[in-house]
């Protein structure tokens, strides 16, 4: 072994390898399932939603089921939030834990900064056999430069993890094929102690990107690969958790919304917090409306008074100057 092995070696070893202390953190930061929390919406409408959605897609007939194949149109399942004030935005994504994975992890893909033999042996020694290829940042930029190879890598892997220190370059390198096609990579962190523990919880999240607008998608379920008791387990998780994730919790969430690709926009729950007031139909309400009408009128015109007094001043001055000239000039003749 060179030495440049050997020293990529103790890297490796150093960011998947850490003290004990790191692992009490991990674990006390772990998240527990939100089962005894209050929430707003009713369960029963998000079964509804689900269902509808369900038999909407089984009534499609067999062409269309080929046209949604040939033009790669994916079934997934999708949670639709919409917020009051727009956060700030920022350049990782929030995970969101699911009880129910979604992702076909049979082939997925981990991009490193380090090189990949070198950490794929290191998570060997981790006892990780989930990751199937590890491809380092440089390798991805040299090797996958144009679009076409960029989307054979894409057609390759069911999931892509990356190492959240490096995760705004590798966006940057993969550009649009991947944000298109909504298969953003999924962040790791690849310094806990217990890696296995923390990849098995990333393929089991999904993530939730607030963009410049007030909406956002995520995605909490395929229909090709969960039932509906799955799908309804993962939407009513992701709708307890999405607002301990949003600035301003209930308060700021607007609406909830369920969709597939192709579909219409069914509701979950819908805010009342800005509620608009109707008007009263009172009969003293319209007098008092129609007074106001007149006092504005009456002061509009008051207003108006001086300033049509100053136009007629100015024009008479204009007058008096010309006609003045005029005398002048004849006087001098």
Not at 71 to 87: G, M, Q, R
Request: charged fraction near 30%; aromatic fraction near 6%.
């Amino acid at each position: 072994q060179s030495v440049h092995e050997l020293g990529y070696q103790k890297l490796g070893i150093k960011v998947l390898g850490i003290s004990c202390k790191l692992s009490n953190m991990a674990s006390n930061k772990q998240e527990t399932e939100p089962s005894d929390v209050k929430v707003p919406f009713k369960r029963k409408q998000v079964r509804l939603a689900i269902k509808a959605l369900l038999s909407h897609l089984s009534q499609k007939s067999d062409d269309q089921k080929k046209k949604d194949e040939l033009f790669e149109n994916d079934e997934h399942v999708w949670l639709i939030l919409s917020v009051n004030k727009i956060p700030i935005i920022k350049k990782k994504p929030k995970k969101i834990p699911l009880p129910h994975s979604f992702n076909g992890c049979n082939d997925v893909c981990l991009i490193t900064k380090e090189p990949g033999k070198v950490v794929k042996a290191a998570l060997r020694e981790k006892g990780v056999v989930s990751i199937k290829k590890v491809i380092s940042l440089t390798k991805l930029r040299k090797e996958y430069k144009t679009f076409q190879l960029k989307r054979q890598l894409l057609s390759l892997f069911d999931v892509f993890l990356c190492d959240d220190r490096i995760y705004p370059l590798v966006l940057k390198t993969l550009g649009k094929v991947f944000f298109k096609r909504k298969r953003e990579p999924i962040p790791v962190n690849l310094t806990y102690p217990n890696v296995n523990v923390e990849i098995q919880k990333s393929l089991s999240c999904t993530l939730l990107r607030m963009g410049h607008g007030p909406s956002s998608a995520i995605k909490i379920g395929s229909v090709k690969l969960q039932n509906e008791k799955e799908l309804l387990a993962n939407a009513i998780h992701a709708m307890k958790i999405i607002p301990n994730k949003v600035p301003g919790g209930w308060k700021n969430i607007k609406c909830f919304y369920l969709k597939t690709a192709l579909s219409i926009a069914l509701p979950l729950y819908q805010s009342l917090q800005f509620k608009p007031k109707r008007p009263s139909v009172k009969s003293s309400s319209k007098e008092s409306s129609d007074d106001k009408s007149t006092n504005m009128v009456d002061k509009e015109e008051k207003e108006e008074e001086p300033k049509k007094k100053n136009v007629k001043r100015k024009k008479e001055e204009k007058t008096k100057q010309k006609s003045n000239k005029i005398k002048r000039k004849l006087s001098i003749k």
